[in-house]
């Protein structure tokens, strides 16, 4: 038996500045965050003032269509104060969107300033009209989202009553020299 070093056990390897969203639904995203230690105490050393004070924001952008299109670049499509906690759920993002979250604060010019960003994630489209702002899906949406019918068949396999997970067995029947390894058993 070997000991475990107590730094394994340390909580400072998930002290991480994190900002992660999750695809809920077509219309709804789960977003988390973490700020580490360290960056807390950055900032608030540089501002001297507490958290709430600096008015922690979350906002959400709408990614652009294709790589390197400015035309879309850093469209905001809704900011928000952070809500109490490490988590929260936002609605009303329109299906088939691809977007990505700033945390930040916003400074006493009513600049935001960004702290963390997020991956992209695009929610998936819907077939209902009820949850899709337009009501419509074109046709190579439909083709890309239908679900279509699998037939599986099921097929019977034969066991090996000498193999189990993790090793091979050797039969009890077996001779003895049948079980050494090497040579010529004759």
Do not use: E, H, N
């Given at each position: 038996m070997s000991p475990i070093p107590t730094q394994a056990l340390s909580t400072e390897s998930f002290d991480r500045d994190t900002l992660q969203l999750l695809v809920q639904s077509p219309s709804?995203?789960?977003?988390?965050?973490?700020l580490s230690t360290?960056?807390?105490r950055l900032i608030h050393e540089h501002f001297s003032?507490?958290?709430?004070?600096?008015?922690?924001?979350?906002r959400i952008?709408?990614?652009?269509e294709q790589e390197g299109d400015d035309s879309q670049r850093d469209r905001h499509i809704s900011q928000l104060p952070l809500p109490e906690g490490n988590s929260c759920f936002l609605s009303g993002v329109l299906p088939g969107q691809s977007c990505?979250?700033?945390?930040?604060?916003v400074n006493e010019?009513?600049?935001f300033l960004s702290l963390l960003r997020s991956n992209t994630v695009?929610?998936?489209y819907s077939l209902t009209s009820k949850e899709d702002s337009t009501g419509t899906l074109n046709q190579e949406q439909l083709e890309t989202y239908k679900l279509a019918p699998v037939s599986l068949k099921l097929s019977h396999t034969t066991t090996c009553e000498y193999f189990s997970a993790?090793?091979?067995y050797t039969p009890k029947s077996a001779y003895a020299a049948d079980t050494e390894s090497g040579g010529d058993t004759d």
């Open positions: 709804v995203l789960f977003a988390y965050w973490q360290r960056t807390a003032a507490q958290w709430k004070a600096l008015q922690p924001t979350l952008y709408a990614a652009p990505y979250a700033d945390l930040g604060i010019l009513g600049q695009q929610t998936p993790y090793s091979v």
